[in-house]
């Protein structure tokens, strides 16, 4: 497609819930990331995948949260045992080169 | 490590008058820098970059920043602002490893 894809842009679940978020990064971009964004914060790095490496899970912030990218292109992120503190607006970006992300719209998570 | 400081949260101008947010970063290394803005509930989307081969940068939207090495800034303007660029703003620094580290944000109101 013309820009990155992220599905649902909204979702609503019960709390103790499995959630998955899916990215559609552009053809091509070899990069990917993902980012939450909380009311009133800035942007959280969670997880960066690059090609074929291991990616850098460095930000994500429990291990309730994982991600998977598969065949270099799709990407996952899953949420399990969600909290209320997981309410968020998370965001992918992917990248073709050393420069900008485009990003995606986001999902919006809210846990109730 | 490489992270950015924007200062303000929220700033308010009005209509025709100078748009000033101010960024500041900490590298070890020469930076790539960016700025983004999200517009009410939409993705972010790149005003500009520093890719050290000019450090005045324009941008879309009227929109410039220049990079001072010397005050470790990277500072947005715009000289009149229009009720359009109300919106949220994020600077951003590109890290060796090829993620981005975002600042908190600012949010900028153009007053009528």
């Known amino acids: 497609g013309a820009g990155v894809s992220q599905s649902p842009s909204n979702k609503v679940t019960e709390k103790g819930k499995d959630v998955e978020l899916r990215c559609d990064p552009i053809?091509?971009?070899?990069?990917l990331y993902w980012y939450r964004q909380s009311l009133g914060q800035g942007l959280e790095f969670l997880i960066y995948?690059?090609?074929?490496?291991?990616?850098?899970k460095s930000g994500l912030p429990s291990d309730r949260f994982s991600a998977e990218r598969t065949g270099g292109s799709v990407s996952t992120l899953t949420i399990q045992r969600t909290q209320q503190e997981d309410s968020a607006v998370y965001l992918c970006?992917?990248?073709?080169?050393?420069?900008?992300?485009?990003f995606g719209s986001g999902t919006r998570l809210t846990v109730v | 490590a490489q992270s950015v400081t924007q200062l303000g949260s929220h700033v308010s101008v009005s209509e025709g008058a100078l748009v000033l947010l101010r960024c500041n970063y900490s590298?070890?290394?020469?930076?790539?820098l960016f700025w983004y803005v999200q517009y009410p509930n939409q993705g972010l989307q790149l005003l500009l970059k520093?890719?050290?081969?000019?450090?005045l940068v324009k941008g879309i939207n009227g929109f410039e920043a220049e990079f001072k090495k010397s005050e470790t800034s990277f500072h947005l303007t715009k000289p009149s602002a229009h009720m359009s660029d109300a919106a949220e703003y994020f600077c951003?620094?590109?890290?060796?490893?090829?993620?981005?580290?975002f600042g908190a944000g600012t949010r900028l109101t153009v007053k009528p």
């Open positions: 970006a992917s990248a073709a080169a050393n420069y900008g992300y485009t």
């Open positions: 053809s091509g971009h070899t990069a």
């Open positions: 995948f690059q090609g074929n490496s291991a990616p850098d």
């Open positions: 590298s070890s290394v020469p930076p790539y």
């Open positions: 520093y890719t050290s081969a000019a450090t």
């Open positions: 951003a620094v590109r890290r060796n490893n090829n993620d981005m580290r």
